[in-house]
Every structure is written in structure tokens, then in C-alpha cells.
């Protein structure tokens, strides 16, 4: 028998307990040894051998089709999936009619109303009678039970309306949970089935999985990458929403870096490809977005648990209902007609429903916004967080030093500069870029000196020949007799400060910082104002630097001198582990790892973020943050509220047994309100942005 493992997609699958049914009969298919059902995301996994056909056959009972992965499916007007539920409800107004025109003796509006709910719940009761066999009650089972009830004491028009409620409510709560997907299923969606590929000087259109690594992909203005790639010819402006969630399109040129899915805007462009079809950036985050939508949250796990007790509980109170008040002289046909009710009314849809429909629609509405959460946990635990400590460069910062002031010692300014390029063009050090790229763009005029014997001090900076002296160029350290007053004032504003100059004289200060985001000081305002108590910055760097920007962005408090290993132990050192890590996903993997939720900050194409990180913010956009913490107490608060509307109306409705008011009809409006309400409930998560 065959280990393959074959996913396909599915359609018509609305229930959760359906979705078990449906994997308990594919499990039992000749040539199968295993099935996932994946309710949240509509898909299954087969182990084995089977056809399409037969695993069709095992979910016939709910006209579930099935999909191969990767073939787009054919799409229906909602009414045309659901035209049996139109042709019973005609029967059942038709059945009205002849009751008026008949009367109720009449065979007529019986007839009508049995078919009527035969056409509307044929799929119904065919799953309910198979789990009566098999002793599984589920939704179907219930009402399965409650309508042969119903058709036994005589009730025939309440048992064909219940059908009909019945089957609304399913096809209400197929196309809800459609919306639900819809989010990630708009990111399957964004990527091309085909590539244009430039192969041995021959183009030619070609489906993405027979794309190999190396092929040159050709990509006009306005179309759609396919494939992740590195640019070789070509600049554009290029739309990457669809991976970071950043609505400026980004600047790329020769060498740069391409996502499958995003748009080139404006430019023709030749792309070395660099990922099979399956390893893409975006295949990714669909495969992790799909896997933390099947993750059991703590609250669910609490309903799954609950609702193992709840159903058998409702089972038996049903039976005691329509069995002890006629032995004590009441009617039977009453008691057993509030007995049917009670299994409709206490059937646990809407409660297990409750929270997955939360789950899958704001992990999914994150992904759209280019924030990728990796479970329903790590949804629930950034809500709880009080306390946040973020890496300081690359994630507070620009992570690159700028110069932001220069002083002269010397009038002669131009030669300064002269001598100060022509060391530190020689230089690979990060702050000798900065210097070299401030004079060329400030100065442009400036020519670099011509330097001998040039020389680097290990700690302390650089040296050369120029003109027959030698200059040096480095730390305040390196110089004797420094003028303090320059030095302290911008090493207090937590600047960087580089001196160059000769024997005989000090040439010109230079200060460098590396400047925090445009953006950091409003967010760190906004997380306080969602009730982040503690914000921490955790750096490398001497304490002066670390306190400036400390009380620049107004964090509560700051670690300096920190090792990676030292931002480890703070983070364990932490009361309950109840912080978030704010990082860049690759230096600070340790304390990411060991804090409740680890952040990875850019994460786009960054294949150890993506792995690593609970939460990865998909572009370089600190801004994402708050938009995470207000969507995941948005996502607890709904959750809440969906559990006690799913619990509470049934109790309301389960209450009338007591003066004998509960009918079918109001059973089935209980339920099928319930239900509704907290998927309606759970789509308002969709609106957050």
C-alpha cells in the first residue's frame, strides 16, 4: 500500500463535527491508511491511494467536492449550490396554501410538507442515520433523531420547516466561513500559475512547478512576479502589499531581491530565479498561515473539552424531558415533542464553531497585512503581554551609523575632508561607509587624498602617509589632548564621535548614530497607550548611547553592554516569561526563542525568521506592532463574547422546557442564531487594520 501523502482542497465542508465525519469515512476507503480533514483552511491530507470519486463518495452525505491543490475551482452562484433548500421551501409554501384551501384533514399539505423535507434534508438524514449506526451524535444526528420525532407524533409541517431552518442555517454558515478563508485564500490566489522563462535564447509561458532554479524570468510593467528571484537587468518600482503589507511600492534594481506574488509597476524586468515553485516567500507564509489556523488556541482547547461533556449531558436531559413528565400524568406527545426540541436546541454547533472562526479569520487577516502569527497560542498570548524589550539596531534603529555633525578644528575645511576620505575609503568599517558616503553626497567636490603605508589600529582606528605626515583617523582614544567640551557634548546626545587629524594638530570631530525609525517614538507611545506597562531597549552598546535614545523614543527603561547571552538571561529573568522579544529573527534568536512571544522584524525572504519567530512583521515596518497586540485582544474579546452568546442562548431557549413553551421552530431559531451571531461575531475581526 502506498505511503504518499496527496492535499487536496475542499468545497461544501461548513461544520466542524461534518469535517470529522467527513475524515472518519475517507480513513475507511479501500487503499487509504490515514486523512486529515483541515476544517479551518478546507483542506485534506490522504495517505495512501484513492480517487477523487471516492473520497467524493465518503463526503456525499454533505455534497462535498474535492479539489486537487493547485487547481483553481469552479466557482458557483450561492443559490445554485444550495437549489434544494429554494425547492423545499416552495413545497413548504405550497403546503401552506393547500392547508388554507383544504384543511387540516386533508392529505394534501401533509404530503407537501414530508416532501418538502425529504428533498431539503435527504443529505441530513443520510448522515444522521449512518452515525446512529455507528453511535455518533453529532448535529445531524440530533436532528436526524428530532425530525423522525417530529413525523412519528404527527408534526409534519415543524418537521419539514425545521429541515428547511435547518439547511439555511448550514448554507448561512458555509458561505460565513467561506469570508472567513477568504483571507488566505486571496493569498493563494495572488500567484501566477505561469512564468514567462528565457530558455537556452528561446522565451516561452511554462507552468511554475516546471520552473527550475537558474531560469531568467521576463516580467513586464503591470504584471505579476511567479517566482522568487534576484534581479539581473532592469529597475522598477514593485508592489510587495501582498508579503510585507506596506502600501509604498519599493524601489529594486540589478542584484536586488523579488517575491513571488508582488507587481512589477513600471519597469521591464529579467530575473534569475532563485526558489522551486514550493520554497517561495509566499508559499511559505500560505503553508505556515494554513498550519496556524489548524492550532488549537487555549480556548478552544477548553470548548473541545467542554463540548465532549456537553453533548451527552443535552443527550440525556432530551431523554429525561420526554420520559419523566408523562409518567407523572403528563401528555406523551407533548413531552416527547419537548424532548425533540431540547436536541435541537442543545446542539453544540455554534460553541465549537465559536472559536476557530475567530482564529482563522484574524491569523488570516494578519497575513494579509504582512504580519505572520504561527498559531492560535501566539494570537492569545501577544494579548496578555505587559511587557516588551526590543532589539535596539535594526529594530528601534535605521541599524546603519549616519553622520549627523562634523566641527572643525582647522579653517582649511576642504583639506580635512581630502584627508579624512582618502583614509576611510580604504577602510571597510560600517562608520567608514558613513563617512565616505556623507562627503561624496554633502561634498561632492571633495577629492579623496592619496594615501601611503596605510595602516589599521586594531581598537583604535586608522592611519597613512599624506603629503609626508601621517594622519590618523579614529576614536577620541587615539589622540592626546582632545578638547573635552566637543567630545562630551555629543557623546552625551548618544553619538558616535571619530576624530582626524596629524601630530601637530586636530583636524575635525565627526559624530555618527545610528538614528533611530522615523516611526519608533509614535509606536512605543502607542503601545503604552494600549496598556504596555514596561518597554525595554536591549543593546550592545555604552550606556551614554543607550540612555539618549533611551529617553529619545521614551522607553521605560534600557539594558546596555548586553551580549546576546546577556539579553537571554534578562529575558529569563523575567517573572513568568511573561515578555515579547522584539528582534531582527537571526542575532537574537536565543532571546526571541526564549521569551512568550518572539518577534522577528523583516522577515521577508528571511528563511531563519520565518522559521524561528511567533510572530514575524513581514516588511521592515515597526508600525505593524500595535496593529498585532489591538488584533489579538480584539480576536480575545470576540472569542469571549462568541462563548458566552453560544452558551447563553441555549440556555435562554433550553429554559422555556420548564413552562412548556420550547418548540422545533424555536429550537432551530436558537440554534441557527447562535451559530450566525458568533460567526458574524468573529468576521468583524476582518475590519481591523
Same mark, same amino acid.
Given at each position: 500500500?502506498?505511503?504518499?501523502?496527496?492535499?487536496?482542497?475542499?468545497?461544501?465542508?461548513? @461544520?466542524?463535527? @461534518?469535517?470529522?465525519?467527513?475524515?472518519?469515512?475517507?480513513?475507511?476507503?479501500?487503499?487509504?491508511?490515514?486523512?486529515?480533514?483541515?476544517?479551518?483552511?478546507?483542506?485534506?491530507?490522504?495517505?495512501?491511494?484513492?480517487?477523487?470519486?471516492? %473520497?467524493?463518495?465518503?463526503?456525499?452525505?454533505?455534497?462535498?467536492?474535492?479539489?486537487?491543490?493547485?487547481?483553481?475551482?469552479?466557482?458557483?452562484?450561492?443559490?445554485?449550490?444550495?437549489?434544494?433548500?429554494?425547492?423545499?421551501?416552495?413545497?413548504?409554501?405550497?403546503?401552506?396554501?393547500?392547508?388554507?384551501?383544504?384543511?387540516?384533514?386533508?392529505?394534501?399539505?401533509?404530503?407537501?410538507?414530508?416532501?418538502?423535507?425529504?428533498?431539503?434534508?435527504?443529505?441530513?438524514?443520510?448522515?444522521?442515520?449512518?452515525?446512529?449506526?455507528?453511535?455518533?451524535?453529532?448535529?445531524?444526528?440530533?436532528?436526524?433523531?428530532?425530525?423522525?420525532?417530529?413525523?412519528?407524533?404527527?408534526?409534519?409541517?415543524? !418537521?419539514?420547516?425545521?429541515?428547511?431552518?435547518?439547511?439555511?442555517?448550514?448554507?448561512?454558515?458555509?458561505?460565513?466561513?467561506?469570508?472567513?478563508?477568504?483571507?488566505?485564500?486571496?493569498?493563494?490566489?495572488?500567484?501566477?500559475? +505561469?512564468?514567462?522563462?528565457?530558455?537556452?535564447?528561446?522565451?516561452?509561458?511554462?507552468?511554475?512547478?516546471?520552473?527550475?532554479?537558474?531560469?531568467?524570468?521576463?516580467?513586464?510593467?503591470?504584471?505579476?512576479?511567479?517566482?522568487?528571484?534576484?534581479?539581473?537587468?532592469?529597475?522598477?518600482? %514593485?508592489?510587495?502589499?501582498?508579503?510585507?503589507?506596506?502600501?509604498?511600492? &519599493?524601489?529594486?534594481?540589478?542584484?536586488?531581491?523579488?517575491?513571488?506574488?508582488?507587481?512589477?509597476?513600471?519597469?521591464?524586468?529579467?530575473?534569475?530565479?532563485? +526558489?522551486?515553485?514550493?520554497?517561495?516567500?509566499?508559499?511559505?507564509?500560505?503553508?505556515?498561515?494554513?498550519?496556524?489556523?489548524?492550532?488549537?488556541?487555549?480556548?478552544?482547547?477548553?470548548?473541545?473539552?467542554?463540548?465532549?461533556?456537553?453533548?451527552?449531558?443535552? %443527550?440525556?436531559?432530551?431523554?429525561?424531558? &420526554?420520559?419523566?413528565?408523562?409518567?407523572?400524568?403528563?401528555?406523551?406527545?407533548?413531552?416527547?415533542?419537548?424532548?425533540?426540541?431540547?436536541?435541537?436546541?442543545?446542539?453544540?454547533?455554534?460553541?465549537?464553531?465559536?472559536?476557530?472562526?475567530?482564529?482563522?479569520?484574524?491569523?488570516?487577516?494578519?497575513?494579509?497585512?504582512?504580519?505572520?502569527?504561527?498559531?492560535?497560542?501566539?494570537?492569545?498570548?501577544?494579548?496578555?503581554?505587559?511587557?516588551?524589550?526590543?532589539?535596539?539596531?535594526?529594530?528601534?534603529?535605521?541599524?546603519?551609523?549616519?553622520?549627523?555633525?562634523?566641527?572643525?578644528?582647522?579653517?582649511?575645511?576642504? +583639506? &580635512?575632508?581630502?584627508?579624512?576620505?582618502?583614509?576611510?575609503?580604504?577602510?571597510?568599517?560600517?562608520?567608514?561607509?558613513?563617512?565616505?558616503?556623507?562627503?561624496?553626497?554633502?561634498?561632492?567636490?571633495?577629492?579623496?587624498?592619496?594615501?601611503?603605508?596605510?595602516?589599521?589600529?586594531?581598537?583604535?582606528?586608522?592611519?597613512?602617509?599624506?603629503?609626508?605626515?601621517?594622519?590618523?583617523?579614529?576614536?577620541?582614544?587615539?589622540?592626546?589632548?582632545?578638547?573635552?567640551?566637543?567630545?562630551?557634548?555629543?557623546?552625551?546626545?548618544?553619538?558616535?564621535?571619530?576624530?582626524?587629524?596629524?601630530?601637530?594638530?586636530?583636524?575635525l570631530a565627526v559624530a555618527l548614530r545610528d538614528e533611530p525609525r522615523t516611526e519608533s517614538r509614535s509606536v512605543i507611545q502607542n503601545l503604552h497607550d494600549l496598556g504596555i506597562r514596561?518597554?525595554?531597549?536591549?543593546?550592545?552598546?555604552?550606556?551614554?548611547?543607550?540612555?539618549?535614545?533611551?529617553?529619545d523614543l521614551a522607553l521605560t527603561d534600557m539594558k546596555a553592554n548586553l551580549l546576546p547571552e546577556d539579553k537571554l538571561q534578562f529575558i529569563k529573568a523575567q517573572e513568568n516569561g511573561?515578555?515579547?522579544? %522584539?528582534?531582527?529573527?537571526?542575532?537574537?534568536?536565543?532571546?526571541?526563542?526564549?521569551?512568550?512571544?518572539?518577534? !522577528?522584524?523583516?522577515?521577508?525572504?528571511?528563511?531563519?525568521?520565518?522559521?524561528? &519567530?511567533?510572530?514575524?512583521?513581514?516588511?521592515?515596518?515597526?508600525?505593524?506592532?500595535?496593529?498585532?497586540?489591538?488584533?489579538?485582544?480584539?480576536?480575545?474579546?470576540?472569542?469571549?463574547?462568541?462563548?458566552?452568546?453560544?452558551?447563553?442562548?441555549?440556555?435562554?431557549?433550553?429554559?422555556?422546557?420548564?413552562?412548556?413553551?420550547?418548540?422545533?421552530?424555536?429550537?432551530?431559531?436558537?440554534?441557527?442564531?447562535?451559530?450566525?451571531?458568533?460567526?458574524?461575531?468573529?468576521?468583524?475581526?476582518?475590519?481591523?487594520?
Amino acid at each position: 500500500m502506498s505511503s504518499e501523502q496527496h492535499t487536496y482542497r475542499l468545497n461544501g465542508i461548513s @461544520c466542524a463535527n @461534518c469535517a470529522q465525519t467527513f475524515e472518519n469515512n475517507v480513513k475507511e476507503i479501500d487503499g487509504v491508511k490515514d486523512a486529515n480533514v483541515h476544517f479551518a483552511t478546507a483542506k485534506i491530507d490522504v495517505v495512501g491511494e484513492a480517487s477523487i470519486a471516492d %473520497i467524493e463518495k465518503a463526503g456525499s452525505f454533505e455534497k462535498i467536492k474535492v479539489i486537487r491543490e493547485n487547481i483553481e475551482p469552479e466557482k458557483k452562484p450561492f443559490w445554485m449550490r444550495h437549489d434544494t433548500v429554494l425547492l423545499a421551501a416552495l413545497l413548504v409554501i405550497f403546503g401552506f396554501i393547500a392547508h388554507a384551501t383544504f384543511g387540516s384533514s386533508h392529505y394534501l399539505p401533509n404530503v407537501l410538507y414530508g416532501l418538502s423535507a425529504l428533498i431539503g434534508g435527504l443529505s441530513l438524514f443520510k448522515a444522521g442515520l449512518i452515525n446512529l449506526t455507528k453511535r455518533h451524535f453529532d448535529m445531524k444526528t440530533l436532528m436526524t433523531v428530532a425530525v423522525i420525532g417530529a413525523v412519528i407524533i404527527g408534526e409534519w409541517r415543524e !418537521a419539514a420547516i425545521v429541515v428547511i431552518l435547518f439547511a439555511i442555517s448550514e448554507a448561512l454558515e458555509s458561505y460565513s466561513m467561506e469570508k472567513a478563508r477568504s483571507s488566505i485564500r486571496s493569498l493563494i490566489n495572488i500567484t501566477p500559475n +505561469k512564468a514567462r522563462i528565457r530558455r537556452n535564447g528561446t522565451e516561452q509561458t511554462i507552468d511554475i512547478a516546471d520552473v527550475a532554479v537558474g531560469d531568467v524570468m521576463l516580467v513586464k510593467p503591470g504584471e505579476r512576479i511567479a517566482m522568487d528571484g534576484k534581479i539581473l537587468e532592469g529597475d522598477s518600482s %514593485i508592489n510587495q502589499s501582498s508579503i510585507t503589507g506596506e502600501s509604498i511600492p &519599493a524601489e529594486k534594481t540589478q542584484g536586488d531581491e523579488v517575491f513571488a506574488g508582488t507587481i512589477n509597476q513600471d519597469g521591464f524586468l529579467e530575473i534569475e530565479v532563485t +526558489k522551486k515553485a514550493e520554497d517561495t516567500t509566499i508559499a511559505k507564509i500560505i503553508h505556515m498561515v494554513e498550519e496556524a489556523q489548524e492550532e488549537r488556541a487555549p480556548a478552544q482547547q477548553f470548548v473541545d473539552r467542554f463540548a465532549a461533556y456537553y453533548t451527552p449531558a443535552i %443527550i440525556a436531559i432530551s431523554a429525561l424531558v &420526554a420520559i419523566i413528565p408523562p409518567l407523572l400524568g403528563g401528555a406523551w406527545s407533548t413531552w416527547v415533542y419537548q424532548g425533540l426540541a431540547v436536541l435541537v436546541v442543545g446542539c453544540p454547533c455554534a460553541l465549537v464553531v465559536s472559536t476557530p472562526v475567530a482564529i482563522t479569520t484574524a491569523i488570516g487577516n494578519a497575513a494579509r497585512n504582512g504580519v505572520l502569527i504561527k498559531g492560535g497560542i501566539h494570537l492569545e498570548q501577544i494579548g496578555t503581554i505587559k511587557k516588551m524589550a526590543f532589539d535596539k539596531t535594526g529594530t528601534l534603529t535605521e541599524g546603519r551609523p549616519k553622520v549627523t555633525d562634523i566641527h572643525f578644528f582647522t579653517d582649511e575645511h576642504a +583639506k &580635512a575632508l581630502g584627508y579624512l576620505k582618502g583614509l576611510e575609503i580604504r577602510s571597510n568599517h560600517p562608520l567608514a561607509q558613513a563617512v565616505t558616503n556623507y562627503i561624496s553626497d554633502e561634498q561632492p567636490d571633495i577629492a579623496a587624498a592619496d594615501v601611503q603605508s596605510f595602516t589599521t589600529i586594531h581598537g583604535k582606528g586608522i592611519q597613512g602617509e599624506i603629503n609626508g605626515q601621517t594622519v590618523y583617523a579614529g576614536s577620541p582614544n587615539f589622540f592626546i589632548n582632545v578638547p573635552a567640551v566637543h567630545i562630551n557634548h555629543y557623546q552625551d546626545a548618544g553619538k558616535t564621535v571619530m576624530l582626524c587629524g596629524t601630530n601637530d594638530e586636530l583636524l575635525l570631530a565627526v559624530a555618527l548614530r545610528d538614528e533611530p525609525r522615523t516611526e519608533s517614538r509614535s509606536v512605543i507611545q502607542n503601545l503604552h497607550d494600549l496598556g504596555i506597562r514596561q518597554t525595554y531597549m536591549l543593546t550592545g552598546d555604552h550606556e551614554q548611547t543607550a540612555t539618549a535614545l533611551k529617553d529619545d523614543l521614551a522607553l521605560t527603561d534600557m539594558k546596555a553592554n548586553l551580549l546576546p547571552e546577556d539579553k537571554l538571561q534578562f529575558i529569563k529573568a523575567q517573572e513568568n516569561g511573561n515578555i515579547a522579544m %522584539i528582534g531582527d529573527g537571526i542575532n537574537d534568536t536565543p532571546a526571541l526563542a526564549a521569551s512568550k512571544v518572539g518577534i !522577528a522584524m523583516g522577515s521577508a525572504g528571511t528563511d531563519s525568521a520565518l522559521e524561528t &519567530a511567533d510572530v514575524a512583521l513581514m516588511g521592515d515596518d515597526l508600525k505593524k506592532l500595535p496593529y498585532t497586540v489591538k488584533l489579538s485582544r480584539k480576536a480575545l474579546g470576540i472569542i469571549k463574547q462568541n462563548i458566552s452568546f453560544a452558551i447563553g442562548i441555549k440556555i435562554l431557549a433550553l429554559l422555556l422546557v420548564i413552562p412548556g413553551w420550547l418548540t422545533l421552530w424555536i429550537a432551530i431559531f436558537a440554534d441557527m442564531g447562535a451559530t450566525l451571531l458568533v460567526t458574524l461575531n468573529a468576521l468583524r475581526l476582518m475590519k481591523i487594520t
